[in-house]
């Protein structure tokens, strides 16, 4: 009794010198199976599942063992168990693993032989390489369970950093559109400030070739060359409007454009804040689940 007092007075020490240790207490009581009640270990892992905690503390048990672990009616039994620091002989490890919600819980009785159970009664600290053996295991299993965890978390982290690249590239080609539509714009309106000139310009030739017309109504010829000259004038100057009217909504639409790409702009640097504040969230529970490996000691 003063040997378990002790054991989990260090224990409890240890976590309070410690606030990042975890500490997975092995409780050694007697407890029932299939060939009665008797001295017993027992360690609950948070996390994990029934599955691979099974399988893992199958392959732990037979470390070191040509023997193979077998299942008889719901208790895991390994009868040549080797572990020289609980035993100098080969034993037999009998265990039963229940899944309750958020833990596994192992329970294990470790036979020298048919009535001899490893227990602190024996005192010849068998039961302290005992408590190391399941601890070491539990420790072992849980860090598996943490690391699995962190790898969620970081992978998590990493969607989070992806999605906020892809709003920055998305305001980057917004903003890339309103320059490229502003340099459009003044290109549209130097044409049509062209056009507006070479239309006056026109505008004075058809004046003129009108006039030509009335002075040739005498000679038919001459009068339909004038007429000829005419139209194409006032060809070139519907030609002309036409191109200013093509000109002018292409205009309206690239501000239709730019107003769209400046809504785009806004509405990603709102959601880029949101984003970057779930990306320092989630950095936390990474680094809170990097602590919580870290201290599986």
């Known amino acids: 009794?003063?040997?378990?007092?002790?054991?989990?007075?260090?224990?409890?020490?240890?976590?309070?010198?410690?606030?990042?240790?975890?500490?997975?207490?092995?409780?050694?009581?007697p407890r029932s199976f299939s060939k009665g009640t008797y001295p017993s270990f027992q360690v609950d892992i948070p996390g994990g599942t029934l599955k691979d905690i099974d399988k893992s503390w199958q392959k732990h048990i037979a470390s070191g063992s040509k023997a193979k672990v077998e299942l008889v009616s719901g208790e895991l039994v390994l009868a040549g168990a080797v572990n020289s620091n609980?035993?100098?002989?080969?034993?037999?490890?009998?265990?039963?693993?229940?899944?309750i919600p958020g833990y596994v819980r192992i329970t294990a009785w470790f036979m020298l032989s048919d009535s001899v159970f490893v227990s602190r009664e024996l005192n010849n600290d068998q039961d302290l390489a005992t408590q190391k053996f399941v601890r070491d295991?539990?420790?072992?299993?849980?860090?598996?369970?943490?690391?699995?965890?962190?790898?969620?978390?970081?992978?998590?982290?990493?969607?989070?950093?992806?999605?906020?690249?892809?709003?920055?590239?998305?305001?980057?080609?917004?903003?890339?559109?309103?320059?490229?539509?502003?340099?459009?714009?003044?290109?549209?309106?130097?044409?049509?400030a062209t056009g507006n000139a070479d239309i006056q310009t026109v505008s004075y030739?058809?004046?003129?070739?009108?006039?030509?017309?009335?002075?040739?109504?005498?000679d038919k010829n001459a009068n339909q060359g004038a007429k000829k000259t005419?139209?194409?004038?006032?060809?070139?100057k519907k030609s002309l409007q036409k191109g200013n009217e093509t000109e002018a909504k292409s205009i309206t639409k690239m501000n239709a454009e730019i107003r769209d790409a400046e809504r785009t702009i806004a509405d990603s640097k709102e959601?880029?804040?949101?984003?970057?504040?779930?990306?320092?969230?989630q950095k936390k529970k990474v680094a809170e689940v990097s602590d919580k490996l870290n201290g599986i000691k």
């Open 86 to 99: 609980i035993a100098p002989a080969p034993f037999t490890i009998v265990s039963k693993l229940v899944d």
């Open 205 to 218: 030739k058809i004046s003129s070739q009108k006039e030509m017309v009335e002075k040739t109504s005498a």
């Open 271 to 281: 959601k880029q804040n949101l984003k970057r504040a779930d990306i320092e969230q």
């Open 230 to 236: 005419l139209k194409e004038l006032e060809n070139s």
């Open 137 to 192: 295991f539990a420790l072992e299993a849980y860090r598996d369970v943490v690391k699995t965890e962190l790898k969620k978390e970081e992978a998590a982290l990493k969607v989070l950093e992806k999605d906020l690249d892809n709003l920055i590239k998305e305001e980057d080609k917004a903003a890339k559109k309103i320059d490229e539509n502003k340099r459009a714009i003044q290109r549209a309106n130097d044409n049509i």
């Open 1 to 29: 009794m003063i040997r378990l007092v002790m054991l989990t007075g260090a224990l409890f020490l240890s976590f309070i010198l410690s606030a990042q240790s975890v500490v997975l207490p092995v409780e050694e009581a």
